[in-house]
């Protein structure tokens, strides 16, 4: 049975820890197999060598520090982004117009959450747009939707379609491109919807969460690569004993 609460507390993050990330993972990969976008997997975690870039961004929403939702943003880079299997024309037109690309990818909500879509669904939009336009510096999004959900990011979030519907073999289904102008950002922006996902106030509030987010994987990395040179010198002090 769907969960349904008027105002549940939603609380948006950069996923940092391994943990996060498996469950990011996981969530991804049992919605997509529910609606039959991909095949069981022996671990049961979403497997994309887009995910794994170091340069991709992955956020979860969580529920009393549960994760119910994630969405995933791929910078472009020298692999290009999965959009460019369909619409790679028409990202290079951009590309040829210095715009700087990202993808929102891997959108998954946990089925107990669909009764409070909506409200997961602002607040994983207002990380990106934040994230993507004052942390990362892209300008423009794209990502590939199912068909029937492309009125939604049209009429609600002032996404724009470009290029043909296609069919998307990675999800094994029939996919709309649309693109978003995040320098639509720095204006008031047509829709309720919209409008109070990127207000003022809600996106100084991301803003802070996401600097102590990216403080925290700052942390986590040093970390990392403490363990790392440590490990590495240990062993070198083995092999010379």
């Given at each position: 049975?769907p969960?349904?609460?008027?105002?549940?507390s939603?609380?948006?993050?950069?996923?940092v820890?391994?943990?996060?990330?498996?469950?990011?993972?996981?969530?991804?990969h049992?919605?997509?197999?529910?609606?039959g976008?991909?095949k069981?997997?022996?671990?049961?975690?979403?497997?994309?060598p887009?995910?794994?870039?170091?340069?991709?961004?992955?956020?979860?929403?969580?529920?009393?520090?549960?994760?119910?939702?994630?969405?995933s943003?791929?910078?472009?880079?020298?692999?290009?982004?999965?959009?460019?299997?369909?619409?790679?024309?028409?990202?290079?037109?951009?590309?040829?117009?210095?715009?700087?690309?990202?993808?929102?990818?891997?959108?998954?909500?946990?089925?107990?959450?669909?009764?409070?879509?909506?409200?997961v669904?602002?607040?994983?939009?207002r990380?990106?747009?934040v994230?993507?336009r004052?942390?990362?510096?892209?300008?423009?999004l794209?990502?590939?939707?199912?068909?029937?959900?492309?009125?939604f990011?049209?009429?609600?979030?002032?996404?724009?379609?470009?290029?043909?519907?296609?069919?998307?073999?990675?999800?094994?289904?029939?996919?709309?491109?649309?693109?978003?102008?995040?320098?639509?950002?720095?204006?008031?922006?047509?829709?309720?919807f919209?409008?109070?996902?990127?207000?003022?106030?809600?996106?100084?509030?991301m803003?802070?969460?996401?600097?102590?987010?990216?403080?925290?994987?700052?942390?986590?990395?040093?970390?990392?690569?403490?363990?790392?040179?440590?490990?590495?010198?240990?062993?070198?002090?083995?092999r010379?004993?």
């Amino acid at each position: 049975m769907p969960t349904r609460l008027d105002s549940p507390s939603i609380d948006v993050a950069l996923a940092v820890t391994d943990a996060e990330l498996d469950a990011a993972s996981r969530l991804v990969h049992e919605c997509y197999r529910r609606r039959g976008y991909v095949k069981p997997t022996p671990d049961g975690r979403h497997a994309n060598p887009y995910l794994a870039q170091p340069s991709t961004a992955v956020f979860v929403a969580r529920v009393e520090g549960a994760v119910v939702a994630t969405v995933s943003l791929i910078a472009d880079s020298a692999h290009r982004l999965p959009c460019d299997a369909l619409w790679g024309a028409e990202l290079g037109e951009l590309r040829a117009d210095h715009r700087r690309l990202a993808e929102v990818s891997a959108l998954a909500v946990s089925e107990a959450w669909r009764g409070a879509g909506l409200l997961v669904m602002r607040a994983l939009v207002r990380a990106v747009g934040v994230y993507g336009r004052e942390f990362a510096g892209f300008d423009t999004l794209c990502i590939a939707v199912h068909p029937r959900h492309a009125s939604f990011y049209e009429s609600l979030l002032a996404f724009r379609r470009f290029g043909a519907p296609r069919r998307y073999e990675a999800v094994n289904t029939h996919a709309e491109g649309l693109l978003l102008d995040l320098r639509q950002l720095d204006r008031p922006l047509d829709g309720a919807f919209a409008a109070e996902v990127f207000t003022s106030e809600a996106r100084r509030q991301m803003r802070l969460a996401l600097q102590h987010d990216l403080r925290r994987r700052r942390a986590a990395q040093r970390l990392q690569l403490l363990h790392s040179r440590t490990a590495v010198e240990a062993f070198g002090d083995r092999r010379m004993c």
